[in-house]
């Protein structure tokens, strides 16, 4: 997956370093689950790179939030 360079949002918590670093895309994979969801939805890799991270944060959100939560069109 490659870099992305995000406007940095400081969550300092375990939960957060949790989500933030766990890898989406299994390493041995031949087609990683990032490159699969660029190509299925027609973005660039960094672009789809943000929309995991973004993911990630509503992840976050949904367990600290303590009420519902609605995803982002690309989240969902």
């Known amino acids: 997956m490659p870099k992305v360079d995000p406007v940095v949002v400081t969550l300092p918590t375990p939960l957060w370093e949790r989500l933030r670093d ?4 299994d390493p041995g994979a031949g087609f990683p689950f990032s490159r699969r ?29 303590g009420h519902p939560v609605t995803p982002s069109d690309e989240v969902d």
């Open 22 to 25: 766990y890898p989406i895309d």
């Open 37 to 65: 969801l660029a190509r299925e939805n027609g973005w660039s890799p960094d672009y789809a790179a943000r929309v995991i991270l973004e993911y990630k944060r509503f992840l976050y959100l949904c367990a600290e939030a």
